[in-house]
């Protein structure tokens, strides 16, 4: 079954430093998607990404994030300039064109600022 | 703005047996849906089933089931036959539409911790 893919799984960096999260989304898939997830809080929403651009983003993704799709296939955020309270785990989800379709999920990568 | 509630920070059942994971949903929209996803320890995010506002029935998949009340707006999503692979962080999202498209985010829950004991 396809599946969406993330890199790395651990990412440790220090604070200031720029850094980029790697995804690979399922191949059909329309939407993309970044969540993040401070530990033991809930999932949040950051952005969506449609038709090669942010369609809605939420009010954490300020201008320190931004989104690519350089290549049809991989989907990346990049944090440019790194906090501590950007430690968390991030997810990259993708979906399909239907509205009942849900959104599935990569494994996450584990975002950990020193 | 849409909410989810999850009241049952943790549960715990015995294996073999049945359980109830609790989720409640506030929203002004006539047409919503409802997801559940699971988290291992491992961390991954797992979809395990949907419910549309306009379907009929309650949605099924294997050992998952969703006990739909619309007027109550409750979701409460059921495992039967527990195993012991099903312990995990369970999470409630409603889908929130954006852009007049056919776009969503997903609001989650705060989750429920399911161990389930030999």
């Known amino acids: 079954e396809p599946e969406v893919t993330q890199t790395p799984s651990h990412q440790v960096t220090q604070m200031g430093q720029e850094v980029i999260l790697r995804c690979v989304p399922i191949?059909?898939?329309?939407?993309f998607y970044w969540y993040r997830q401070i530990l033991g809080q809930k999932v949040e929403f950051l952005v969506s990404?449609?038709?090669?651009?942010?369609?809605?983003k939420s009010e954490i993704f300020d201008d320190q994030f931004s989104v690519e799709r350089p290549d049809g296939s991989n989907f990346t955020l990049k944090i440019r300039s790194t906090k501590l309270e950007d430690s968390a785990m991030y997810f990259c989800?993708?979906?399909?064109?239907?509205?009942?379709?849900?959104?599935?999920f990569g494994d996450g990568t584990r975002l950990s600022i020193l | 703005a849409q909410k989810i509630t999850q009241t049952q920070p943790g549960m715990f059942v015995q294996e073999k047996e049945a359980v109830t994971l609790d989720c409640t949903y506030d929203?002004?929209?006539?047409?919503?849906?409802l997801f559940w996803y699971k988290q291992p320890s491992s961390g991954e995010m797992i979809f395990l089933i949907y419910?549309?506002?306009?379907?009929?029935q309650n949605a099924t998949e294997g050992r998952y089931s969703l006990n739909f009340q619309k007027a109550r707006k409750s979701a409460n999503l059921v495992i039967s036959a527990s195993q012991l692979g099903d312990s995990a962080m369970y999470f409630c999202?409603?889908?929130?539409?954006?852009?007049?498209?056919?776009?969503?985010?997903?609001?989650f829950g705060k989750g429920t911790l399911l161990t389930v004991n030999p």
């Open positions: 191949s059909n898939h329309l939407y």
């Open positions: 989800a993708s979906r399909a064109g239907q509205l009942n379709q849900p959104q599935h």
């Open positions: 999202a409603m889908r929130e539409m954006m852009g007049g498209g056919s776009n969503y985010k997903l609001t």
């Open positions: 929203t002004s929209d006539p047409s919503y849906g």
């Open positions: 419910q549309g506002s306009y379907d009929q």
């Open positions: 990404f449609y038709n090669n651009e942010i369609s809605e």
